[in-house]
Structures are given as C-alpha cells and as structure tokens.
C-alpha cells in the first residue's frame, strides 16, 4: 500500500510539473515576444467590437446569441463558436490584452490536457508532453493569439473529448458517464467548426482500438461494446454533412477556396506529398519517413518483405488512424493548400504516428539500433560537435546580422524578401533558425555516441534527437510569429493614438486600403475601431489596387467596398482639401501620392511611417 501512495504522489508531481512547463513554455512565448499586450488587430477584432456594442445595445445576450449565429448560419456552419465567441466577448468586453492573456491560458490548458490523456493510455511522460509541442509549434500557433480562429476552441474541445474517452475506457465504474460526456465534448468539437467533423471517425476508431487493447478483446468485440457510441457519433455527423451539403454547399469560399468541389486524385497526392516534405509546414513527415526506413532497416528479420510486413503489422492501427485524420484535410483544403491554422487538426495525424513509432522503439529499444564503424567513434563523436557548433554559431550570428541572412538566400538561389513586415522578417530568418536547429541535432547525436561508446547507436536515440530538433527549430518559427503578431497590433494601435491625439470627433479620416484580398478586412476593421471606439464618424475610403486587374472587376470590388463604408467614399467627398488624417497602407502610397496630386499638398501634412502602414495628419496651423 506505501509503494502505491508514493506511486500516485510521484504521479501528482509529473501531473503539476508538467502544468507548470506548459504555462512557463506558452508565457515565455507570448510574454517575450509582447503578443499578449498587443492589444486591438485587424484581423476578426473588430467582430468583437460588434458583439460588445450589441450586447451593451440590446441588454439581452440571448437576443445577441440568435442574432449573430443568423448572421453566421448564412454562409458557415460552426454553431459553437459563434457562442463561444458572443460569450468571451460578454466577458471582457472591449479589453483585448485580458483576451489575448485568456487564450494563452487556452493554449496551456489545451496542451496539458492532451498530456494527461497520452499519459492515460500508456504513453511515458516524456512521449506526453512531446505531443502537444508537436502539434502546436508551427504556422498553426496563430489559433492562440489571432481573435476570431475556430481551431482553438476545436482543439480546446478535442482535447477534452480524449480525456473523457481516456477516462471512460479506464474506469471501472461510471463508463456510461463518461461515455456521455466523451460524446457529447466530441459534438462539441464537430460544432465549434467544419473540418472538425470529419475527426469523428478516426475518433470513434481511436475509441475502438484503446478499448481493444485496454479490455484484451478483439477489435470487432471492442465494436460492438462501444456500438451505442459509435452509432451516436456517426449520426451526429451524418446529420452535421447534410447540413453543411443542403444549406452551404461543397464549394467553400471560392474557385481555389477550401471545399469538396473538383475531385482530383492527383492534386491529392500532389498536397499530401507537399505539405510530407515540408520543414516549416508540417514539418514531421521527413522525420516519420527516416524513422520507418531505419526501424525496417534495423530489424533481424532477413529479407526486405519480412521487415516490412513486420513493420505493418506493428504498425498498421496506427497507419489506418492517421489516415483518417490526415486524409480528409487534405481533400478539403487541396485547392487552397494547407497553412496557417489550417494545419490543424491534419497534423494531429503526423504526430500521432511519429509519438506511437517512439512508443515502439522505447519497448523495443535493443532490437532497433545502427552499428558503428568499430574504430575512430572519438572521431565521429568530435566531428558531430564541429559541425554542429559551426551550424549553431553560424545560425546564431546570421539570426544576429539580417544583411548576412539575406546574403544567405541569394547563396542558395532564392529570391530576397524585403523586411518591411514582420512576415518579411520571419522569411529571412528561416535559415538562420534552421541552421540553429540543426547544430541541434548534431550535436545531440555526438553527445549521444560520446556517451555510449558501444559501437552501435539507438534507433530510438536518433528519432528522439530529430524530434528535439524539430521541436528547436519550430519554436523559435513560433516565437518569430508571435513577435510578427506583436509588431502588428503595435503598429496599428500606434495609428490609433494618433488619430486620437491628432483629430476630434468631426474631422475627416480617409483609409486607402486594395477592396481585394489585400486589405479587404483590414481596412473595414479601421473604420470599425474608429467608428466605436474612437468616434470618429467621418471615416471615408479610397478604394485602391496594389495591383491592377480588369477595369469591370475594379469597379465591382470598389463599389461593394464603398458600400461596406456606407458610401462614405473619396468620390462623395466635395471638398478634398477638408481631410485631416489619411491612412495609407504602405504598398499604396506610391500610387496615392501620384493620384492626388491636383488636391493633396504634401507640406500642409506631417507624414509618419510604419511596416503596416504611412499616415498623414494635417499640421495645427493650416
């Protein structure tokens, strides 16, 4: 009974530590890199304004709730969020560092939620905390700072799903309870957004395979015990995709927009091998394909077709649920390719796989391993340190000096980015953190082969060192968008100040901002903040292209824009010479200047510059 008290207070320590890692890991991100106070940005902040002014309007926040999922239901279908995100706003209203600092809370929670659950099913404590560091370290990072993404709460409702399914498949009494509560986080899920649907299955698979291995029972008996839930699941989502079919059709957002119209096998494959390769993407799938040639390599078995046909029958659960994670992205975002906070939940797939070949090779450590040259291992090991201290410094010094990290990439052929933003910025840095990364791991193999002096090294030793240094690399890509993201809001909140300061409530405020994709959102969510929260009533709008396209296409994006401004354009303006402050997205200001040189004279204005945008402001005296 002592063995077993020590046992669970050893394990409350892993369960608090590993809380505390999570916060420390997040924090030091988004504190360091000034994400967390960089309070309003164009991008879904200005929804949140909307919400708060209609909540303070009505008084009613039922009547807000049906009012905005209306609103929504008419072009998406992700009922949850649209709650979710009346209620957040409710919260904290219109203090947007208290929401930033809220979902990096909901990173932690996430990220420790999905540790308890590996560590549920049997997975060591390092296995548990690498899955959500590999998971959420990427591109994909915007789901905790960006205001208005699905995949936060998605993932924040996923993870509780597998706990419960966790739990469920554990307990010894209350299954049906838990079951419930498996059930119902996992509609949760499927109703926060549209590609979370498509997990129900390789949820109702993960289900039925831990359930097997769990219960000692063979994976059809494992079927028909759990077949209450399974049938509950499959029903929910049959139902969800005639929603989605009947009421919003299979097209997405447009012509190369995500959506399920235009099968195409080969564009299929052609993404799936893409987004595999990818470093910066993905980045696991180089990592999964070396691991599986060495495990099949290293294997006693002889003959190429023995190996592999061990290695899937190891294997083959595995494969199938990855699959099924991964398989259906891809068929939704093929068009539009895989970025951003797309990648979830498609990565959960890799990591999946990557965590339960680990897994494998930890339990089967001394069958898998590479034999060394049986002399000169001194030199191997002090030839990995060189190596990897020259990439490490050289990362460093290059991560140091960006005139040398431009130089860098007209070494390796590549076209120079400019540095004007901070996703410029974070171009340039790539191979600089790359070459970090991979001082990394080479030096972890020397140390590795120093350490063992054996003559033969781990297979696992070498996954786990390439898993570190992915996990190095991606978290200084993750800090660098974090940084990006700060610089964004403190740009823009910059202006801001400066139209407070600088105009009163009836000035004239012009924005010129591309009505296309360019600056589409961004230009409304300015007049939005100055509108509600400055108010500023005479906001206009200079619709303008960054880049010309067909006259007709012209007129028809500038009309609907001007009509998203209430028709408040610079057309309707009579006199031009009463605007006070102009707004002016950098790409623009070249053309602006050369358009409005029969009204606009540039000495009665003071201009101030920043990576987003140039503004003018009239000076007190004329």
Same mark, same amino acid.
């Given at each position: 009974?002592?063995?077993?008290?020590?046992?669970?207070?050893?394990?409350?320590?892993?369960?608090?530590?590993?809380?505390?890692?999570?916060?420390?890991?997040?924090?030091?991100?988004?504190?360091?890199?000034?994400?967390?106070?960089?309070?309003?940005?164009?991008?879904?902040?200005?929804?949140?304004?909307?919400?708060?002014?209609?909540?303070?309007?009505?008084?009613?926040?039922?009547?807000?709730?049906?009012?905005?999922?209306?609103?929504?239901?008419?072009?998406?279908?992700?009922?949850?969020?649209?709650?979710?995100?009346?209620?957040?706003?409710?919260?904290?209203?219109?203090?947007?560092?208290?929401?930033?600092?809220?979902?990096?809370?909901?990173?932690?929670?996430?990220?420790?939620?999905?540790?308890?659950?590996?560590?549920?099913?049997?997975?060591?404590?390092?296995?548990?905390?690498?899955?959500?560091?590999?998971?959420?370290?990427?591109?994909?990072?915007?789901?905790?700072?960006?205001?208005?993404?699905?995949?936060?709460?998605?993932?924040?409702?996923?993870?509780?799903? =597998?706990?419960?399914?966790?739990?469920?498949?554990?307990?010894?009494?209350?299954?049906?309870?838990?079951?419930?509560?498996?059930?119902?986080?996992?509609?949760?899920?499927?109703?926060?957004?549209?590609?979370?649907?498509?997990?129900?299955?390789?949820?109702? %698979?993960?289900?039925?395979? #831990?359930?097997?291995?769990?219960?000692?029972?063979?994976?059809?008996?494992?079927?028909?015990?759990?077949?209450?839930?399974?049938?509950?699941?499959?029903?929910?989502?049959?139902?969800?995709?005639?929603?989605?079919?009947?009421?919003?059709? +299979?097209?997405?957002?447009?012509?190369?927009?995500?959506?399920?119209?235009?099968?195409?096998?080969?564009?299929?494959?052609?993404?799936?091998?893409?987004? +595999?390769?990818?470093?910066? +993407?993905?980045?696991?799938?180089?990592?999964?394909?070396?691991?599986?040639?060495?495990?099949?390599?290293?294997?006693?078995?002889?003959?190429?077709?023995?190996?592999?046909?061990?290695?899937?029958?190891?294997?083959?659960?595995?494969?199938?649920?990855?699959?099924?994670?991964?398989?259906?992205?891809?068929?939704?975002?093929?068009?539009?390719?895989?970025?951003?906070?797309?990648?979830?939940?498609?990565?959960?797939?890799?990591?999946?796989?990557?965590?339960?070949?680990?897994?494998?090779?930890? +339990?089967?450590?001394?069958?898998?391993?590479?034999? =060394?040259?049986?002399?000169?291992?001194?030199?191997?090991?002090?030839?990995?340190?060189?190596?990897?201290?020259?990439?490490?410094?050289?990362?460093?010094?290059?991560?140091?000096?960006?005139?040398?990290?431009?130089?860098?990439?007209?070494?390796?052929?590549?076209?120079?980015?400019?540095?004007?933003?901070?996703?410029? #910025?974070?171009?340039?840095?790539?191979?600089?953190?790359?070459?970090?990364?991979?001082?990394?791991?080479?030096?972890?193999?020397?140390?590795?082969?120093?350490?063992?002096?054996?003559?033969?090294?781990?297979?696992?030793?070498?996954?786990?060192?390439?898993?570190?240094?992915?996990?190095?690399?991606?978290?200084?890509?993750?800090?660098?968008?974090?940084?990006? %993201?700060?610089?964004?809001?403190?740009?823009?909140?910059?202006?801001?100040?400066?139209?407070?300061?600088?105009?009163?409530?009836?000035?004239?405020? #012009?924005?010129?901002?591309?009505?296309?994709?360019?600056?589409?959102?961004?230009?409304?969510?300015?007049?939005?903040? #100055?509108?509600?929260? =400055?108010?500023?009533?005479?906001?206009?709008?200079?619709?303008?292209?960054?880049?010309?396209?067909?006259?007709?296409?012209?007129?028809?994006?500038?009309?609907?824009?001007?009509?998203?401004?209430?028709?408040?354009?610079?057309?309707?303006?009579?006199?031009?010479?009463?605007?006070?402050?102009?707004?002016?997205?950098?790409?623009?200001?070249?053309?602006?200047?050369?358009?409005?040189?029969?009204?606009?004279?540039?000495?009665?204005?003071?201009?101030?510059?920043?990576?987003?945008?140039?503004?003018?402001?009239?000076?007190?005296?004329?």
């Amino acid at each position: 009974m002592r063995e077993k008290y020590n046992l669970n207070i050893s394990n409350r320590y892993a369960y608090v530590l590993a809380f505390i890692f999570f916060l420390a890991f997040w924090f030091s991100i988004f504190i360091g890199s000034g994400s967390v106070f960089s309070g309003y940005h164009l991008t879904d902040d200005h929804e949140a304004i909307r919400i708060h002014n209609d909540i303070k309007a009505q008084n009613n926040i039922i009547g807000v709730y049906k009012k905005w999922m209306k609103e929504d239901f008419t072009f998406r279908f992700k009922p949850l969020f649209v709650i979710w995100r009346v209620t957040e706003v409710s919260v904290f209203g219109d203090n947007f560092n208290m929401r930033l600092a809220y979902r990096g809370m909901l990173a932690v929670f996430t990220s420790f939620f999905l540790f308890l659950f590996f560590k549920k099913i049997g997975f060591s404590l390092l296995e548990s905390i690498l899955f959500p560091l590999l998971s959420f370290l990427g591109p994909q990072d915007t789901v905790w700072w960006a205001g208005g993404v699905n995949e936060a709460i998605s993932m924040f409702f996923l993870s509780l799903t =597998l706990i419960f399914m966790a739990y469920m498949i554990h307990a010894k009494k209350s299954r049906f309870i838990y079951g419930l509560l498996f059930a119902l986080f996992a509609i949760l899920t499927s109703l926060s957004k549209e590609s979370f649907i498509l997990m129900i299955p390789a949820i109702v %698979f993960w289900m039925v395979l #831990l359930y097997k291995e769990n219960d000692g029972v063979s994976f059809f008996d494992s079927v028909k015990k759990n077949i209450w839930l399974i049938v509950i699941l499959l029903l929910v989502m049959s139902a969800e995709l005639f929603i989605v079919v009947k009421w919003f059709g +299979t097209g997405g957002y447009g012509a190369h927009a995500g959506g399920l119209d235009g099968f195409n096998p080969l564009l299929y494959l052609k993404t799936a091998k893409d987004i +595999t390769l990818s470093i910066s +993407t993905i980045g696991l799938g180089l990592i999964i394909i070396l691991s599986v040639l060495l495990v099949i390599y290293s294997s006693a078995e002889k003959g190429l077709y023995v190996r592999i046909k061990k290695f899937l029958g190891s294997f083959h659960y595995a494969i199938i649920l990855s699959i099924l994670i991964i398989s259906p992205q891809i068929v939704i975002y093929a068009r539009s390719g895989v970025f951003g906070r797309y990648i979830l939940p498609l990565i959960l797939g890799y990591s999946i796989f990557l965590l339960y070949i680990i897994k494998f090779l930890r +339990t089967n450590d001394l069958q898998y391993f590479i034999k =060394l040259p049986d002399r000169d291992l001194k030199m191997i090991y002090l030839s990995c340190g060189i190596l990897g201290l020259f990439l490490l410094i050289t990362g460093l010094v290059f991560l140091y000096n960006q005139d040398m990290s431009r130089l860098l990439f007209s070494v390796l052929g590549k076209s120079v980015p400019g540095n004007s933003t901070p996703k410029e #910025l974070i171009d340039i840095l790539k191979p600089s953190i790359l070459s970090i990364a991979s001082g990394i791991l080479i030096i972890s193999f020397g140390w590795i082969i120093a350490k063992k002096r054996a003559g033969k090294l781990s297979v696992l030793h070498i996954v786990i060192c390439l898993v570190v240094a992915s996990i190095s690399y991606k978290t200084m890509l993750t800090f660098a968008d974090a940084y990006g %993201f700060a610089m964004q809001g403190k740009d823009i909140n910059s202006v801001f100040k400066s139209v407070e300061r600088h105009t009163n409530d009836s000035d004239m405020v #012009l924005i010129v901002a591309d009505p296309g994709v360019t600056h589409n959102e961004a230009g409304w969510s300015i007049k939005v903040y #100055l509108n509600q929260m =400055l108010k500023r009533g005479n906001v206009y709008v200079y619709p303008m292209f960054v880049k010309d396209v067909d006259k007709i296409e012209m007129d028809r994006m500038a009309g609907g824009y001007e009509r998203i401004f209430e028709n408040k354009s610079f057309s309707n303006i009579e006199d031009k010479t009463d605007i006070n402050y102009i707004i002016i997205f950098r790409e623009l200001e070249q053309k602006f200047l050369i358009s409005s040189k029969d009204w606009f004279n540039i000495t009665h204005f003071t201009r101030n510059a920043n990576d987003m945008s140039v503004t003018y402001y009239k000076k007190k005296h004329i």
